[in-house]
C-alpha cells in the first residue's frame, strides 16, 4: 500500500473515531459548558502522527511521492474543500429559510468550540475518503 | 473541457526488452514511485509529457515509441 493511502486511511479512522466518540459522548453526558464531549476531538491528535508515515522511506531516500500521488491529493483537498464550503454556505443560509429572515437565535459559546472542530473532522473524513477511493480506482491524470 | 486522452503504452513490453527491467527499477530510474508505474502499465493514469519523456530516455526510444494515442495516431 502507498505511503499516501496508509496516511489516508490513519486519518479516516481518527476523524471516525473522533465523531463516534463525540456522538457517544453527547449521548451519555449530554452538551453544555461543562459537558467532556469535545475532548473527543483530541483524537485527531492521531492525523498528525498520520503525516509521520513514510518518514522512514523518505530518509532512505526512497521517492514516496510523484505526480501521481500530487494529483490525487490535490483531487481530494479539492473535493474535501467543495463539501465543507457546501456545508458552510448551508449551514449559514438554512436557518434564513428554514426560521425565517428575522428570527433571532441564540447560540451558546460552547457550540462555536465544537463547530469548527466537526467541520475538520468532515474534511478530514472526505479527503481521506477521496484518497482512498482514488487510490483503488486510479487517477487519469490531468485533462488535456 | 477537452476530453482525456486515450493514451495506451508499450512500458511492459519496453521493460521485458530491456533485460526483463523490474518495475521498481523502472520506478527508481524515471523517478516515480512502482505503483505509478503499475498504474501506468494498466492505463490506469495519464503521465505529464515530462514523465513520459523521463520513461521514454530510460529506454532510450522516441516517446512515440512508448506511448500512443487510442484513436489509431501516434501520440
Given at each position: 500500500?502507498?505511503?499516501?493511502?496508509?496516511?489516508?486511511?490513519?486519518?479516516?479512522v481518527a476523524a471516525t473515531a473522533a465523531l463516534t466518540l463525540f456522538c457517544v459522548l453527547v449521548a451519555l453526558v449530554g452538551l453544555g459548558s461543562r459537558s467532556v464531549a469535545p475532548a473527543a476531538f483530541g483524537l485527531l491528535g492521531l492525523v498528525g502522527?498520520?503525516?509521520?508515515?513514510?518518514?522512514?522511506?523518505?530518509?532512505?531516500?526512497?521517492?514516496?511521492?510523484?505526480?501521481?500521488?500530487?494529483?490525487?491529493?490535490?483531487?481530494?483537498?479539492?473535493?474535501?474543500?467543495?463539501?465543507?464550503?457546501?456545508l458552510f454556505?448551508?449551514a449559514?443560509?438554512g436557518p434564513?429559510?428554514?426560521?425565517?429572515?428575522?428570527?433571532i437565535m441564540r447560540v451558546p459559546t460552547y457550540a462555536l468550540t465544537f463547530t469548527p472542530l466537526v467541520a475538520v473532522c468532515v474534511f478530514f473524513l472526505?479527503?481521506?475518503?477521496?484518497?482512498?477511493?482514488?487510490?483503488?480506482?486510479?487517477?487519469?491524470?490531468?485533462?488535456? | 473541457?477537452?476530453?482525456?486522452?486515450?493514451?495506451?503504452?508499450?512500458?511492459?513490453?519496453?521493460?521485458?526488452?530491456?533485460?526483463?527491467?523490474?518495475?521498481?527499477?523502472?520506478?527508481?530510474?524515471?523517478?516515480?514511485?512502482?505503483?505509478?508505474?503499475?498504474?501506468?502499465?494498466?492505463?490506469?493514469?495519464?503521465?505529464?509529457?515530462?514523465?513520459?519523456?523521463?520513461?521514454?530516455?530510460?529506454?532510450?526510444?522516441?516517446?512515440?515509441?512508448?506511448?500512443?494515442?487510442?484513436?489509431?495516431?501516434?501520440?
Amino acid at each position: 500500500m502507498h505511503v499516501q493511502e496508509r496516511q489516508a486511511w490513519l486519518t479516516l479512522v481518527a476523524a471516525t473515531a473522533a465523531l463516534t466518540l463525540f456522538c457517544v459522548l453527547v449521548a451519555l453526558v449530554g452538551l453544555g459548558s461543562r459537558s467532556v464531549a469535545p475532548a473527543a476531538f483530541g483524537l485527531l491528535g492521531l492525523v498528525g502522527a498520520a503525516r509521520r508515515i513514510g518518514t522512514r522511506e523518505r530518509k532512505a531516500g526512497k521517492v514516496v511521492m510523484d505526480e501521481r500521488d500530487h494529483e490525487i491529493e490535490r483531487m481530494a483537498t479539492l473535493l474535501a474543500y467543495n463539501v465543507f464550503w457546501a456545508l458552510f454556505v448551508g449551514a449559514a443560509i438554512g436557518p434564513f429559510f428554514l426560521l425565517g429572515p428575522g428570527t433571532i437565535m441564540r447560540v451558546p459559546t460552547y457550540a462555536l468550540t465544537f463547530t469548527p472542530l466537526v467541520a475538520v473532522c468532515v474534511f478530514f473524513l472526505v479527503n481521506s475518503l477521496a484518497t482512498i477511493v482514488l487510490y483503488r480506482r486510479g487517477s487519469h491524470g490531468r485533462e488535456a | 473541457m477537452a476530453a482525456k486522452p486515450d493514451l495506451s503504452n508499450r512500458i511492459r513490453r519496453l521493460r521485458f526488452d530491456h533485460g526483463e527491467m523490474t518495475q521498481q527499477e523502472l520506478a527508481d530510474r524515471a523517478g516515480v514511485t512502482r505503483q505509478t508505474i503499475i498504474a501506468l502499465e494498466a492505463g490506469r493514469y495519464n503521465p505529464s509529457l515530462a514523465l513520459a519523456l523521463r520513461i521514454a530516455r530510460v529506454f532510450e526510444v522516441a516517446v512515440e515509441e512508448v506511448f500512443t494515442l487510442g484513436d489509431g495516431r501516434e501520440a
